[in-house]
């Protein structure tokens, strides 16, 4: 069937992808085996593929999942928060669709060009989110007692929070190390 | 607060409070989860006199021994006030709370996650009344040994024995090899004092398969090892330093004929094997396992990428414009790229992980009732999701740990050590391509089913329609 580079045809193509392979998975086995060589042996010798497929398979479902899911529900949102929801549902989407280009190409009837298409659409995608990108963590709602993170805190006091951090070292605690008198010393006076 | 941080918040252009409130379930969801966490959290537990990372792999034991018991304290407190099911503990277990406060994981984690859940699944409903109770209140400390130094995923292979012994009626457990020690479970080193120890059972002279035993470790009173236990610590790991994980070997340990778990075969008084009905139902507790780690890893992707993308609004490089202020990293394409797929990802996961969550509790439901049409179903996908999420996940952390470049090697920075648990879960409950071969293995045999005409699961329903043009 020919191409369709929306979210549906892109999640219709990650599972002929996943089909695609789990076929060609099963037509080696068969091709092995009629070589003479054991079921096992067969299995094993594609077994690359085999992870391969299943992973694709997987793919598959957590795209479709997270899309029919958002369909669900989206009912329920305000028009500003399901805009940014559903760009984030493309996002996922056509990340994953780029990340696997090859496959769809070898399964699927996608072109050069709607692969341009979808880097675009990415691109874009990301500019779009780039305003939101601090509220959609926020809304992650993560204290910093729990996020334990010098670089997140919610009031971005990164380098004074990194520094207060830094002189809990042990090594702070003393100006001068016992090392230097045991070895440092010596050593740099040549009596080591 | 930092005022690239304010602006940012000032230009977002949906309520933050709402889309809180769509993760959480709803406004009363978030509402609860925020005073379950101030709770918690006023109790000061998670406040270290020394940073932990200072201490001494010793030391961290005793403090994640220290802090877990104070944590299940008031979580088990909290339980009661409010009786409100299991919540509060999935929220200490895999949530946010818990990773706060133990930082590099419980000693006391598989006791809920799964000698309970083990007891509860395998146990008949006179031994889930001895021994559950006991459990939640925390009488014993129990965890789960099934992996061996010699064997992992591939569980036909285990050594460990539980040969029956009709004049005493008691199991008599043994470690015929080295290989065949327990190797890995979280808190058996020197926490608990029971643990459920998967065997191969043998009765009258013939082997049955593995099966789950209830066997006490160590004194309830001293807390020594019992005659017979050889028991210990496995050493540091990359993460996870405060789990505990031990190993452990059996030398003619003897238990009563009542502890192995018959709910689903059985071994009568006379040494008589009565057969379950399904193998797989043995899974169970790693099926329950992985689904559960599905949302542990959007909880820790969520941590991963609020850190980074705050660092990232605070952080300026460059200055590709002349005369122009170095722009925030945020504002490049690359960063986006980096941390915007991360964010989409907390959330296609936990949709997932609901949706996974949802059928699980629609298979065991359909198992109890003698069902068993759609097990292999669900082992099959909480395989392949237990194994794609956590690799996702730990690429998703390291990639926000280089997109705060120097800053985010910093164990401060809390990267470091959410890498060390997000990988953690590569490896555990089974290694990430063995379960994809196992998916794999359903998959094959889904396709072959179509290519007969049957009908196939929901989910692999889409092999049917390619199967069919091949089939024409």
């Given amino acids: 069937p020919p191409w369709d580079n929306t979210v549906e045809g892109i999640i219709d193509g990650f599972y002929r992808v996943a089909c695609g392979k789990i076929a060609l998975c099963v037509n080696n086995i068969e091709k092995r085996q009629k070589t003479g060589m054991s079921y096992e042996d067969a299995w094993n010798m594609t077994s690359v593929q085999l992870a391969s497929a299943s992973e694709a398979h997987c793919r598959?479902?957590?795209?479709?999942?997270?899309?029919?899911?958002?369909?669900?529900?989206?009912?329920?949102?305000?028009?500003?928060?399901?805009?940014?929801?559903?760009?984030?549902?493309?996002?996922?989407?056509?990340?994953?669709?780029?990340?696997?280009?090859?496959?769809?190409?070898?399964?699927?009837?996608?072109?050069?060009?709607?692969?341009?298409?979808?880097?675009?659409?990415?691109?874009?995608?990301?500019?779009?989110?780039?305003?939101?990108?601090?509220?959609?963590?926020?809304?992650?709602?993560?204290?910093?007692?729990?996020?334990?993170?010098?670089?997140?805190?919610y009031d971005g006091r990164v380098y004074e929070r990194l520094m207060a951090e830094a002189l809990k070292s042990p090594l702070n605690a003393e100006p001068v190390n016992r090392t230097f008198h045991t070895h440092l010393k010596p050593f740099m006076q040549g009596k080591l | 607060v930092n005022v690239d941080l304010q602006n940012e918040r000032n230009k977002c252009t949906f309520n933050?409070?709402?889309?809180?409130?769509?993760?959480?379930?709803?406004?009363?969801?978030?509402?609860?989860?925020?005073?379950?966490?101030?709770?918690?959290?006023?109790?000061?537990?998670?406040?270290?006199?020394?940073?932990?990372?200072?201490?001494?792999?010793?030391?961290?034991?005793?403090?994640?021994?220290?802090?877990?018991?104070?944590?299940?304290?008031?979580?088990?407190?909290?339980?009661?006030?409010?009786?409100?099911?299991?919540?509060?503990?999935?929220?200490?277990?895999?949530?946010?709370?818990?990773?706060?406060?133990?930082?590099?994981?419980?000693?006391?984690t598989l006791h809920y996650v799964m000698f309970i859940p083990t007891l509860m699944g395998q146990g008949t409903v006179e031994q889930q009344a001895y021994w559950i109770g006991r459990s939640w209140s925390c009488s014993i400390i129990g965890t789960y040994a099934?992996?061996?130094?010699?064997?992992?995923?591939?569980?036909?292979?285990?050594?460990?024995?539980?040969?029956?012994?009709?004049?005493?009626?008691?199991?008599?457990?043994?470690?015929?090899?080295?290989?065949?020690?327990?190797?890995?479970?979280?808190?058996?080193?020197?926490?608990?004092?029971f643990c459920i120890v998967v065997a191969q059972l043998y009765t009258k002279g013939q082997c049955h398969g593995i099966h789950?035993?209830?066997?006490?470790?160590?004194?309830?009173?001293?807390?020594?090892?019992?005659?017979?236990?050889?028991?210990?610590?496995?050493?540091?790991?990359?993460?996870?330093?405060?789990?505990?994980?031990?190993?452990?070997?059996?030398?003619?340990?003897?238990?009563?004929?009542?502890?192995?778990?018959?709910?689903?075969?059985?071994?009568?008084?006379?040494?008589?094997?009565?057969?379950?009905?399904?193998?797989?139902?043995?899974?169970?507790?790693?099926?329950?396992?992985?689904?559960?780690?599905?949302n542990d890893m959007c909880n820790y992707m969520a941590k991963a990428v609020t850190i980074a993308t705050r660092y990232s609004a605070v952080r300026r490089q460059s200055q590709p414009k002349p005369n122009e202020p170095e722009p925030q990293i945020l504002d490049y394409l690359t960063q986006q790229h980096k941390l915007f797929i991360g964010i989409a990802t907390v959330h296609a996961f936990r949709l997932s992980a609901s949706w996974i969550w949802e059928m699980y509790n629609n298979v065991t439901a359909e198992l109890e009732s003698g069902d068993l049409e759609r097990l292999p179903e669900l082992h099959a996908l909480s395989c392949c999701l237990k194994a794609v999420t956590t690799a996702d996940a730990a690429q998703c952390v390291e990639k926000c740990r280089l997109s705060c470049g120097g800053?985010?090697?910093?164990?401060?920075?809390?990267?470091?050590?959410?890498?060390?648990?997000?990988?953690?879960?590569?490896?555990?409950?089974?290694?990430?391509?063995?379960?994809?071969?196992?998916?794999?293995?359903?998959?094959?045999?889904?396709?072959?089913?179509?290519?007969?005409?049957?009908?196939?699961?929901?989910?692999v329903s889409y092999i049917a329609k390619v199967a069919a043009g091949r089939r024409s």
Avoid at chain 2, 280 to 292: A, G, I
Avoid at chain 2, 418 to 440: D, K, R
């Fill in chain 1, 60 to 153: 598959a479902i957590i795209i479709a999942t997270y899309y029919n899911e958002m369909e669900k529900r989206k009912a329920d949102l305000s028009p500003a928060l399901r805009q940014v929801l559903l760009q984030l549902v493309d996002l996922y989407i056509v990340y994953w669709a780029l990340e696997n280009v090859g496959d769809l190409l070898r399964y699927t009837s996608i072109s050069e060009r709607d692969i341009e298409q979808l880097q675009h659409w990415y691109e874009d995608l990301l500019s779009k989110i780039r305003p939101n990108a601090v509220g959609l963590v926020d809304a992650f709602d993560i204290r910093d007692e729990i996020l334990h993170s010098a670089l997140g805190a």
């Fill in chain 2, 16 to 108: 933050v409070t709402e889309l809180t409130n769509f993760i959480d379930g709803s406004a009363e969801k978030t509402l609860e989860r925020h005073n379950r966490e101030e709770k918690v959290l006023s109790q000061g537990i998670h406040i270290e006199e020394v940073p932990s990372e200072y201490l001494s792999h010793k030391e961290k034991y005793e403090l994640a021994v220290k802090k877990a018991c104070l944590l299940f304290k008031l979580i088990r407190y909290m339980q009661e006030e409010e009786n409100t099911g299991m919540d509060n503990y999935r929220e200490v277990l895999g949530g946010f709370l818990g990773s706060a406060i133990l930082q590099d994981g419980s000693p006391l």
């Fill in chain 2, 146 to 193: 099934q992996t061996e130094l010699g064997h992992g995923t591939f569980i036909r292979g285990l050594e460990t024995t539980a040969t029956y012994d009709p004049k005493t009626k008691e199991f008599i457990l043994n470690s015929p090899t080295l290989t065949s020690y327990k190797w890995w479970p979280g808190g058996l080193a020197h926490t608990a004092n």
């Fill in chain 2, 212 to 294: 789950p035993f209830v066997v006490q470790l160590r004194d309830e009173e001293t807390h020594m090892p019992l005659p017979g236990i050889k028991i210990g610590e496995i050493g540091a790991k990359l993460g996870m330093n405060g789990t505990n994980n031990g190993f452990l070997g059996f030398e003619n340990v003897r238990i009563p004929r009542e502890h192995m778990l018959m709910k689903n075969s059985k071994v009568l008084e006379d040494g008589t094997y009565v057969n379950s009905p399904s193998s797989k139902l043995t899974y169970s507790t790693m099926m329950f396992v992985r689904v559960v780690l599905v």
């Fill in chain 2, 407 to 459: 800053h985010g090697y910093m164990l401060s920075s809390n990267l470091p050590l959410t890498y060390g648990l997000v990988t953690a879960a590569s490896t555990y409950e089974g290694e990430n391509t063995v379960l994809l071969l196992q998916t794999a293995r359903y998959l094959v045999k889904a396709w072959q089913q179509a290519i007969g005409g049957n009908q196939l699961t929901p989910t």
